[in-house]
């Protein structure tokens, strides 16, 4: 592999691990590498096979181009409605990573007046944080209730049954931070 080549990969992968906040350990551990092999990757000492590198690539859940190409700018506009988005009922519920994040996701929900959705249960030890930015969301969490207005926020088990609903007279909008229990 050329020493370019090499130094952009290992700088590209030392990048996208800082940014979603995990050790060596814990991407190698992922990615089902030995650590050492991840070190090497980072170093640029490393010379890869594709399998080392479809690894790599699943564990970060990005393309190959991705971990191999020029530096870019470390800013980018994502305009509205570019990101993924879904409906579920009446609910409007859209990403806010253009990249996917292990264990973590992040998401508006627009709930217009008298809307309700479910929330599905996640893996066990997830936490969720829920923030109420306009209206008033009511979030159900093990059979509790929690009316929210805006600024509130309630962390809650997000390996439950929970569901959000819209009680009030306007537009609901909240952000779902959810955290998925963390590799050892």
């Known amino acids: 592999m050329s020493d370019d080549l090499a130094a952009r990969l290992a700088h590209n992968v030392r990048e996208l691990r800082q940014a979603r906040g995990f050790t060596q350990q814990q991407m190698a551990k992922l990615a089902g590498l030995p650590r050492a092999t991840w070190s090497n990757l980072e170093s640029g000492s490393g010379n890869p096979t594709l399998t080392v590198l479809h690894a790599v690539c699943s564990a970060f859940q990005v393309s190959l181009e991705e971990i191999v190409a020029e530096a870019r700018a470390n800013a980018r506009l994502y305009p509205k409605g570019s990101l993924p988005e879904r409906v579920r009922g009446a609910v409007r519920v859209s990403s806010l990573l253009p990249d996917k994040m292990p264990g973590m996701q992040i998401e508006r929900l627009e709930l217009p007046v008298g809307s309700r959705m479910i929330g599905v249960p996640h893996t066990p030890g997830t936490r969720e944080y829920l923030s109420c930015e306009a209206g008033n969301i009511e979030l159900v969490a093990s059979g ?9 926020v309630v962390v809650f088990r997000g390996d439950q049954r929970h569901s959000y609903a819209n009680l009030g007279r306007r ?3 909240g952000f779902s931070v959810v955290v998925l229990r963390q590799i050892d």
């Open 144 to 152: 509790e209730s929690y009316p929210m207005s805006e600024g509130d």
């Open 171 to 173: 537009v609901a909008v």
